[in-house]
């Protein structure tokens, strides 16, 4: 495994790889990586050789009050982790390569970036989407691999890929889950004994609007306070928002009819976690819906 640390070596490595014939991979990340990382890792080497993983903990991401500077960090940790998955590259810059001195370029993909996160974060998606495009550009990857917890970034991603005819395929891969059903999230860490207890309850909220459906609840309202019910019953959970979405706009529906999400972020203490459910209806119709989460 080769580690990366600048933007010429990275680009130089990868034309290498194309030209002769390799199908390259990224898997993006910020590292402090857990098994839901690794499972991208191994759905990359799939479909690829080399496998490239970005370890960039991105500061246009952050706001002024976020944790960027107690974001977890374990790069030897996450360098043998990836090293025994048989990753190939590891592309771990300093902010000085990606952001040098005079940057002023950003990208914002419009309407998809204004709510839910993008409201209670004024300027992550901008930070996000500028960061994937330029390790889009550095990797020159033909496959990027996304997971689904972050499901309005993943869709962001997937529009601006689109949008600017970029030569890579986003894959958005399916959440991975704790054996009590918490989503696999490098801020969990951050969670103190009976705060990690508490989180359960996003799962538990989750199953609920799936209970509702299956029961033949289709209004949105009534299947939010659903959700909202069964957050206020854990003490420790501080809702941000709990909404019910159009999995490709992420604009409010009123009633569930067609592929959906959805989606949490609620405060445990002062961490602050995501979750969501995608619901599809079965064989194009609308009384019957799979579910993924």
């Not at 958005?172 to 704790?178: Q, W, Y």
């Not at 619901?279 to 819906?289: L, N």
Request: overall charge neutral; charged content about 25%.
């Amino acid at each position: 495994m080769e580690i990366v640390r600048t933007v010429a070596w990275m680009k130089q490595a990868a034309r290498k790889a194309r030209a002769e014939g390799g199908v390259v991979g990224l898997v993006p990340t910020m590292g402090a990586l857990h098994e839901g990382h690794l499972s991208l890792v191994r759905r990359a080497q799939r479909d690829c050789r080399p496998v490239v993983v970005s370890i960039f903990v991105n500061p246009a991401q952050f706001g002024p009050k976020e944790d960027f500077a107690n974001y977890p960090r374990a790069f030897k940790s996450d360098c043998e982790k990836l090293e025994a998955s048989g990753v190939d590259f590891v592309f771990a810059p300093a902010a000085e390569e990606i952001y040098p001195a005079g940057f002023r370029t950003y990208v914002s993909v419009e309407g998809l970036s204004e709510r839910l996160e993008g409201r209670s974060r004024p300027g992550h998606f901008r930070g996000v989407s500028t960061v994937v495009q330029k390790l889009l550009e550095i990797v020159q990857p033909h496959f990027a691999y996304l997971g689904r917890k972050d499901a309005q970034q993943a869709r962001i991603v997937r529009q601006m890929a689109g949008d600017l005819n970029l030569d890579c395929e986003i894959i958005v891969c399916p959440i991975v889950r704790e054996a009590d059903g918490l989503a696999m999230s490098s801020r969990n860490v951050y969670l103190k004994n009976e705060e990690r207890r508490g989180a359960t309850v996003l799962r538990r909220a989750l199953e609920k609007v799936r209970e509702e459906i299956m029961a033949g609840t289709r209004d949105t309202h009534s299947l939010q306070a659903a959700m909202r019910r069964v957050l206020g019953s854990e003490p420790l959970a501080a809702p941000d928002y709990a909404e019910i979405v159009d999995a490709q706009t992420f604009e409010p529906v009123a009633r569930v009819g067609r592929e959906c999400y959805a989606l949490l972020a609620v405060f445990f203490g002062a961490t602050r976690l995501l979750d969501n459910m995608l619901m599809k209806p079965s064989d194009g119709g609308s009384e019957e819906f799979t579910f993924e989460l």
